[in-house]
């Protein structure tokens, strides 16, 4: 598997083919949804076609932050992307728990962020013993987590097969 190895190249190669060109409604959508504090587990999930991203989560402090998830299918039906993220950067909120899940998937990439305090706020990759990488979920790790998260990016290889 690919996971976090991957070459910032290919990263970008596998991530154009969800950029909206030429391609319909169907093969891309991004939501909005509350991100919610208090410490009670809440869930968002958004799909395509047979496949689907549910985001599930635990946060304290702060109020409620706008989120965004995309969901992306390649023109060959073969990945499936997920991103999560807060688009105005650094999220406020301090999460308990996280955990992301592909439906109709196996993962071949996956890795999640946090922001730095410093101008420009640019993406810091969390430490890989924050959260492990499973076949079709990314989850925090209990006690090594250190509560950031401003954006979790998700390709999953699809089980379509040629006839």
């Known amino acids: 598997m690919l996971f976090m190895k991957m070459s910032p190249l290919l990263l970008w ?32 999930s958004e799909g395509i076609s047979e496949y689907e991203c549910t985001f599930t989560y635990a946060s304290q402090g702060g109020t409620n ?16 992307s997920c991103s999560v993220w807060r688009p105005q950067g650094k999220s406020y909120l301090f999460f308990t728990q ?25 993406d810091v990759p969390l430490k890989p013993e924050e959260f492990t990488i499973g076949e079709s979920t990314v989850t925090h790790n209990d006690g090594k987590f250190s509560a950031q998260l401003s954006k979790l990016t998700i390709i999953g290889r699809t089980r379509h097969d040629e006839l």
């Open 13 to 44: 190669a596998l991530m154009s083919l969800f950029v909206p060109g030429k391609s319909s409604p169907e093969r891309t959508k991004t939501v909005e949804f509350n991100v919610k504090p208090g410490g009670v587990v809440h869930t968002f």
């Open 98 to 122: 996280f955990k992301a899940e592909l439906k109709g998937t196996k993962i071949e990439y996956a890795n999640a962020f946090s922001q730095t305090a410093a101008a420009g706020q640019h």
């Open 65 to 80: 932050e706008q989120w965004l998830m995309s969901v992306g299918l390649s023109e060959d039906d073969r990945l499936f």
